[in-house]
């Protein structure tokens, strides 16, 4: 909604299929949310771009390209979120709720970390990139299907950055 207020008091033609594809890759605050708007201005304004659904995957790609966040550093931060503690993440359980911590951060790490699916599933001691795979599928699902995951997937994204900014600092 706050991106759809920021497109039409720029005159931004983003169709709701658009915004919710911003959404989702970009869980930040307002603020953060009218710069992304600026920005698509700006291109829109000089550089004469269509907005269609390829310019926005190149765009997002560049505004998540220096996003690099180590699986450890998920693992950390996830294990908070879910209740959980970091072992149980990476051990072998199959307990519902460790499991569904561990797909998420399987997940995460492929999207933030920069790191093959194969190297994170070394970085969980299993034997092949399979497991990550799966992993990404069925918490792809998950958000297309389930408000509940998508909650946690923005306040984990949101979590992930703050952390990553007190480790800068």
């Known amino acids: 909604q706050l991106l759809q207020a920021f497109a ?22 307002p603020c953060e949310l009218k710069s992304v708007v600026n920005q698509l201005e700006h291109h829109v304004r000089t550089r004469k771009v269509t907005l269609d659904k390829g310019f926005l995957k190149r765009f997002l790609k560049e505004e998540t390209a220096g996003v ?74 998950r958000l297309t299907e389930e408000v509940a995951w998508r909650q946690h997937w923005s306040a984990l994204h949101r979590l992930l950055r703050i952390s990553d900014q007190r480790a800068t600092d």
């Open 68 to 141: 690099k966040v180590s699986p450890k550093q998920i693992v950390n931060v996830a294990a908070a979120h879910f209740g959980v503690s970091p072992a149980q993440i990476l051990s072998t359980s199959r307990r519902q709720s460790v499991v569904e911590a561990r797909r998420c951060v399987m997940a995460l790490s492929a999207e933030l970390s920069g790191l093959s699916h194969t190297a994170i599933a070394k970085f969980f001691g299993r034997n092949n990139h399979s497991c990550v795979s799966q992993a990404c599928k069925e918490i792809k699902h």
């Open 8 to 29: 039409q008091s720029r005159s931004l033609p983003l169709t709701e299929d658009s915004l919710a594809t911003l959404a989702t890759a970009l869980p930040v605050s």
